[in-house]
């Protein structure tokens, strides 16, 4: 007889094997995902929360010079919004309106820069997604990605995205962090079921480099170690690279380091 949670991971493996047969989208832009254990915030605390990272964010790398919510059709037409820094109150007032919950709630800004779009305050260079709640169902999680046509392969570099992590460590310590493109977790990863996006990862204890690959590389950040693959996001068109990345996985798996998605979700 098959157990229940047999079943389920049988079922889960099922729903990643159909997303395989879609054909791979174009776009390999990595983004960046972080995982925490639940914090039991409400709301008002999440905010909170959120406002110190995303200040701490700003300026940390070329994509990043503010953030604004665009509320309605009318602020989108005028080429405005709120700016989420510097009106914290307006903006938990915002949320609340479109019912924003305690128990399970999402907070998302855009990111504007005239680094990257001189004079233009008003075309997004970045995402920003923090959700939470008071439930002890609910993980917390924080998802950024950057992009802009034209800009350094539209994105941040290896150091950027270290100094994103070291910010975000010093912040609050987080179960894993990964950074790399979505087709790679779709397509390219050798276990459907673990926790990597082919790039960067940061692992909550010390990492051995010995146990890693020669070419790859690591960080003591915090109390942790971050590994990445390569000096640059992994491109599904290029087979070495994605090479590199899956023997990464497969050292991180044997030596008992890349937890599953549902351990990082806090999923039983």
Known sequence: MVDK????????????????TRPRPADDTPSLKAYFAPAGETLPQGVDRFHALATEFVGANPFVEGWIVVRTPQDHAAKTGLYVLENNDEFLDFLRKRKTRDDHFTINASAFSTQINPGDRYTATGTINYSGGTSKFRSDKLYFSAGASDVRDNNLTLQEYLTMIRLIVAWREPRLIVVGSGTYETYDRVFWHRAWNGWIG????????SILPDFAMTWRIGNGTAVATQETNVLSRYPDQRQRANEVEMALTDAGILPTTDEVLGVN
């Not at 949670?5 to 395989?20: C, T, V």
């Not at 940061?202 to 480099?209: G, S, V, Y």
């Open 202 to 209: 940061w692992f909550p204890q010390k990492i051995d480099p």
């Open 5 to 20: 949670e047999s079943m389920l991971r049988e079922l889960a493996r099922q729903d990643y094997e159909l997303l395989r």
